[in-house]
């Protein structure tokens, strides 16, 4: 064993992981440091290795990646591995089937779900319509709104018991004869605050809306119900998008021609932040590359170091892979689910910090072009690093049949690339999340437990130093305005590069989310952010270029919709 180096962590992180991810004794102490924890981590992942030297390389190899903060499984990991709950995966994807047996039955599998700390995405579809005939009691079904309730009220309860906020997410197609209800379900009922509320949206429904035709809504029971306008239902989710950054939108059709594992069914949904797509039952196990530390210096500036990338990617391919064997899922049925398609999902974060360091303007073609080779360079080799743990481990066991084997690709899992949100362990890493660019120049931090940081973008810091602009006057005028645009004195060169969510165009987001998904076999977490000011066609705007991009979901928000906004600019009440 190497000798105890603990890693070197912002305060923040520090207070995050004391608060919620180091292991406590009965007494509720806190029983391990930063190091012990990453190690406990890499311990489990190594010790899936066949022979004990095996067993020791790769453990060291894991540490010293952890410990440099170079990449990082998603928190379940972090909190469960090597404890007695070993519950190691972020993502679940659940269904509910048409009857009260099976809405119960779902809603016990989330709730063993939660109790570990992952994220449930739910599909309501094959709920029946309000109003249709129940036949053992000849009476009326209550609708799928009706049940989100039920399930709304129950990841409340479970979840005040959990390390996280229970995230749910429900999704409805948008033929259900329920979609006007679901689509409104949050405005009318203020209390329904776990689940995020998405709508399946069909290539089918995109051209009723270009043709301005009537829709047919049908019953999960076989029927049609009604015809309405298309566009009066596209209308209506984009105002309510526009009012409370919900529905988000997710393009059925498009995932389903990416399905991996068609023999296993369809998609109908993904995981509460919708990098994983999958069948029902589904699991996925997360990491992240953070691209900050894979810059290296080159005469005063920055350069990206795509050897040492390649190296991690590997290396997190591997661990990913161990994690799948290692992983203790809750219930027997996604257990089998899990190891007969080996899921895993890598993904990265802090592009925008990357950008910035290579003086590439996160909305320009250049900032976009420097992300396509990133997520190529990823692509390709995870699909190596996939490659030959199937020569040496054998491919998937549910490869036969799968999309992969059409194309004739030897894989030794179903999903290799998912971008997560990364909304915790960027923070631990301390860089920016996934693919987003950074909200504000200086901004307040929330987190769970209402506790409020102020914080600098490092960069922006360290560059108005070197010019001698760092005064208290122009930090009080960055926190006021959220970007350096307007604000004299700055060099325009600076102005270029120093771009923030609120600078970046909707269309820019978009492209930016485009070029990713293009090389990612999963799916991509991504938020488009609006100013306040923006109006309902802004929305539809953006919804209908995210269709047109051939993005799989696209989520809005519009500033100050939500009370409970992460990231802002001044002190909410
Ligand atoms: N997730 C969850 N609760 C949370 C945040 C996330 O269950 O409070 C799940 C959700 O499925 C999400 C996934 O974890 O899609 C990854 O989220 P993120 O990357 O933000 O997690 P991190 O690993 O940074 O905590």
Same mark, same amino acid.
């Given at each position: 064993?190497?000798?105890?180096r603990?890693?070197?962590?912002s ?21 391990? &440091? ?15 290795e ?37 519950q ?8 509910i ?12 599998? %989330?709730? *063993? ?9 739910f ?5 029946r319509e ?6 053992t ?29 229970? %995230?749910?997410?429900?999704?409805? @197609? ?7 209800? #679901?689509?409104k ?12 509320? /998405? ?5 089918e ?14 019953? @999960?029971l ?7 306008p ?11 998008? #526009?009012? &409370? ?5 997710f393009? =059925?059709?498009?995932a389903?021609? $990416? ?14 932040? /919708?990098?994983?797509? !999958?069948?029902?039952y ?23 170091? #795509?050897?040492?990338?390649? &190296?991690?990617?590997? &290396?997190?391919v591997?661990?990913? $892979? ?8 809750? *219930? ?42 990133? !997520? /190529? ?6 699909? !190596? ?12 066991? %549910? ?12 894989l030794?899992h179903?999903n290799?690339?998912?971008? %997560? ?6 923070t ?5 999340w ?19 940081? #102020?914080?600098?973008? @490092? ?5 108005l130093?070197? *010019? ?5 006057? *122009? ?14 004195? =700055?060099?325009q060169?600076?102005k270029?590069?120093?771009?923030y ?14 070029? =990713? ?8 977490? +991504?938020? =488009? ?11 539809? +705007?953006?919804?209908r270029?995210?269709? $047109? ?12 919709t939500?009370?409970?906004?992460v ?7």
């Amino acid at each position: 064993m190497k000798e105890r180096r603990e890693p070197c962590l912002s305060p923040l992180a520090l207070k995050i992981l004391e608060e919620r991810y180091l292991l406590r004794d009965k007494e509720r102490h806190v029983i391990e &440091t930063p190091y012990d924890m990453y190690r406990r981590v890499a311990e489990t992942m190594g010790g899936q290795e066949k022979a004990p030297a095996e067993q020791k390389e790769w453990t060291e190899r894991f540490l010293e990646g952890l410990l440099n903060l170079e990449w990082s499984p998603a928190s379940p990991c972090l909190m469960n591995a090597g404890t007695p709950l070993q519950q190691l995966s972020a993502c679940f994807v659940l269904d509910i089937e048409d009857s009260m047996e099976s809405i119960f039955t779902t809603l016990k599998d %989330a709730a *063993l779900i939660y109790k570990t700390g992952g994220g449930v995405g739910f599909h309501f579809g094959k709920l029946r319509e309000r109003g249709a005939l129940v036949s053992t009691t000849k009476g009326y079904s209550s609708g799928t709104v009706a049940w989100l309730k039920v399930y709304d009220t129950a990841v409340e309860a479970i979840a005040q018991g959990g390390k996280r906020r229970g %995230a749910a997410l429900g999704v409805l @197609p948008v033929h259900h004869p329920d979609i006007l209800s #679901w689509i409104k379900a949050k405005a009318i009922d203020r209390e329904i605050t776990n689940f995020n509320l /998405s709508v399946a949206i069909t290539d089918e429904f995109i051209r009723a809306v270009d043709r301005d035709e009537y829709f047919t809504l049908s019953s @999960p029971l076989g029927h049609s119900v009604r015809q309405i306008p298309a566009r009066e239902l596209w209308n209506e989710l984009c105002y309510q998008a #526009w009012s &409370t950054g919900e529905p988000g939108l997710f393009f =059925i059709d498009r995932a389903n021609r $990416d399905n991996p594992n068609p023999h296993f069914g369809r998609i109908y949904g993904g995981n509460p932040c /919708s990098e994983f797509l !999958a069948v029902p039952y589904s699991s996925c196990n997360l990491a992240s590359i953070n691209l900050e530390k894979h810059l290296r210096k080159l005469n005063g500036g920055w350069e990206f170091d #795509w050897e040492k990338f390649r &190296t991690t990617i590997h &290396t997190v391919v591997r661990f990913l $892979d161990n994690m799948i064997d290692a992983n203790v899922l809750p *219930l027997p049925k996604l257990q089998e689910m899990a190891l007969a398609t080996r899921p895993i999902g890598l993904g990265f974060m802090g592009l925008a910090r990357v950008l910035k360091a290579l003086e590439l303007g996160y909305h320009t073609g250049e900032g976009r072009s420097f992300a396509q080779s990133m !997520a /190529s360079f990823l692509r390709q080799e995870a699909e !190596a690093a996939s490659r030959a743990l199937a020569g040496e481990r054998g491919v998937y066991p %549910a490869w036969s049949g799968s999309l992969w084997e059409k194309k004739g690709v030897r894989l030794r899992h179903s999903n290799l690339l998912s971008i %997560a949100p990364t909304g915790t362990i960027a923070t631990l890493t301390n860089t920016s999340w996934s693919l987003e660019p950074e909200f504000a120049p200086v901004y307040q931090r929330r987190i769970l437990g209402g506790k409020v940081f #102020w914080e600098m973008d @490092p960069q922006l810091e360290e560059k108005l130093k070197e *010019l001698d602009l760092d005064t208290p006057e *122009l930090r009080q005028e960055l926190e006021k305005k959220g970007s350096i645009q307007e604000i004299k004195g =700055i060099p325009q060169e600076i102005k270029n590069v120093f771009v923030y969510s609120l600078d970046i165009k909707p269309a820019d987001h978009l492209k930016m989310q485009a070029v =990713i998904q293009e090389y990612v076999d999963g799916a991509i977490s +991504k938020t =488009i952010n609006l100013p306040a000011s923006a109006t309902v066609a802004e929305v539809a +705007k953006a919804y209908r270029l995210a269709y $047109d991009l051939g993005l799989k979901g696209c989520t809005v928000y519009r500033q100050g919709t939500r009370l409970d906004q992460v990231l802002s600019l001044t002190k909410t009440k």
